[in-house]
């Protein structure tokens, strides 16, 4: 029944123009970083950069890609998630899945797995991408990957975050701009306790658990801080909805 | 066998301490079509909320074909169609899509889909649209998917908010048709504020007023209650009323606004003969007699406005 959500769900980012507009942006804009990233290489690495320092094309120009891509999916995912919920709520759609045999897990899930499944298609475009580099060049798959997987839970944290907020209001709009505030707070947090990284404010933050996979070092206490986060967003959205039929 | 389809006891809703729906308790059989009828904000929407699991109710519980709504909702949806008040419809997908997937949702089997979709369409009038975007569609044709969505999946129960708003009388004549065959097998439970289409269509009627039921009974009371045992009469040259209460028969007479005559007979007799004759004999000018209906409105505001008036009558009923 989860797959027939996010059926619904896919089918209907596609139906309108939103959909592709977005992967046709955000691919346009990975390709140019990737492109730029492959160009600098050569003039940086052969210049002022001592040889003992140099690195490999791969990290080069996947931190280069990957940056790129944890940034712009904080404005992207809060787009695209607004709707999900608070559109249903405003054209008054949702007693159409409230009265169909399904929990309000399963729709919440549903929904989710289905905006993670559509920005899924970017971070594999991404990954396929940096892979053309092996065609010239000895790559290392290893990075590219726990970047890929890194990012993948990053955005699926976005993508709660969104979703929770997306069920807090009927205006898409204040959906959007609240988890993107929100988003922004969490990518940042670390930097306003720079002085004292031990802080467990600082620990929260989001950008500070991508790091290590941005490394291409795959953590289990980064991965369970992702998990962890995705699942209390996804918890409060299903208690938020109980909380309609309940009180109405 | 248990034919009850739903049975709702004892349902309440309060909203912020204020009653919307209190003490509800009703049951449909198989075959049924009820019909609910209420002013407005009379906890009509509320009710069917609450029976559709769109709703908790604070208190009372909703069985559907005997499996709990509260304990087992999902059980319970599947018996289900729902066409809420606000249709719920995806604009941005076609006809077909968008029953597609509300056949997906209702668990109707992969190979069926097909044949559940083109049988809604069918029967809402719907084919020639099938490729055509919801939002594009007017307001009568929306009406129509959603009453499409709603029967997808041949469910027990068919629960429609008000299902003829908007439509064309050609097209409220198909759907009344379209009602009262789902009701021959299933069950219905609609509500609607046109009260010829209650005595057309349903069975059983339920009033209610400010979420309490004020009437609860088969559509024959109503009418009996309708009919009466009254005759309305005109005449040129009209006689005192002692005179009239002389037939046999006749067990009150009053004079009307626009100078007629009501007179009201004991039941199982038929003064009318006697009435004509004397009127003859006495040379009162008779023009008109006729049986007098109150109308269906007559009825509903009785009930809805004399609440003392009403409980009485309920108890009758």
Known sequence: ?248 | MNNLTVEASELTRLYGGREAVSNVSFTVKQGEVLGFLGPNGAGKSTTMKMLTGNLAPSAGSVKICGIDMIENPKEAKALIGYLPEMRPLYKEFTVDEYLTIAARLHRVSGKHIKKAVENAKERCGLMHMSKRLIENLSNGYQQRVGIAQAIIHNPMVVILDEPTVGLDPIQIRDIRALIREIGGVHSVILSTHILPEVEMVCDHVQIIDKGKLVFNGGIDVLKRQRIGNKLLIGFNNAPTIEELLKIKGVTEAEVTDNNMMRVRFAENTMPHEAIVKAAVKNSWGLYQIAPDQTSLEDVFVQLTYHDAAAETTAEAA
């Open chain 1, 1 to 248: 029944m989860i797959l027939n959500i996010v059926r619904k769900e896919l089918k209907s980012v596609f139906a309108s123009p939103m959909g592709w507009i977005i992967l046709a942006l955000l691919m346009f804009a990975f390709g140019t970083y990737y492109l730029n990233g492959v160009n600098d290489y050569f003039e940086v690495m052969s210049g002022a950069i001592r040889p003992a320092e140099r690195y490999g094309v791969t990290q080069f120009v996947g931190q280069n890609v990957y940056g790129l891509a944890s940034f712009i999916m904080l404005f992207a995912v809060p787009l695209l998630s607004m709707r999900l919920i608070s559109e249903e709520r405003r054209s008054q759609t949702l007693p159409f899945l409230f009265s169909a045999p399904l929990s309000l897990t399963e729709i919440v899930l549903g929904k989710f797995i289905g905006l993670v499944a559509f920005l899924s298609i970017l971070i594999v475009y991404i990954a396929l991408m940096l892979f053309t580099l092996n065609i010239w060049t000895d790559m290392d798959f290893g990075y590219i990957l726990a970047n890929s997987f890194g990012l993948f839970l990053l955005v699926a944290s976005f993508a709660a975050l969104g979703l929770y907020f997306s069920s807090l209001t009927s205006q898409p709009v204040v959906a959007a701009i609240l988890s993107f505030i929100a988003l922004f707070a969490l990518m940042i947090l670390d930097r306003f306790f720079a002085g004292d990284p031990s802080n467990t404010m600082a620990k929260l933050s989001l950008m500070r658990h991508f790091q290590s996979f941005a490394g291409g070092l795959i953590d289990t206490a980064d991965i369970a801080y992702f998990v962890l986060f995705i699942i209390t967003f996804l918890t409060l959205t299903i208690r938020r909805l109980d909380a309609d039929r309940l009180r109405g």
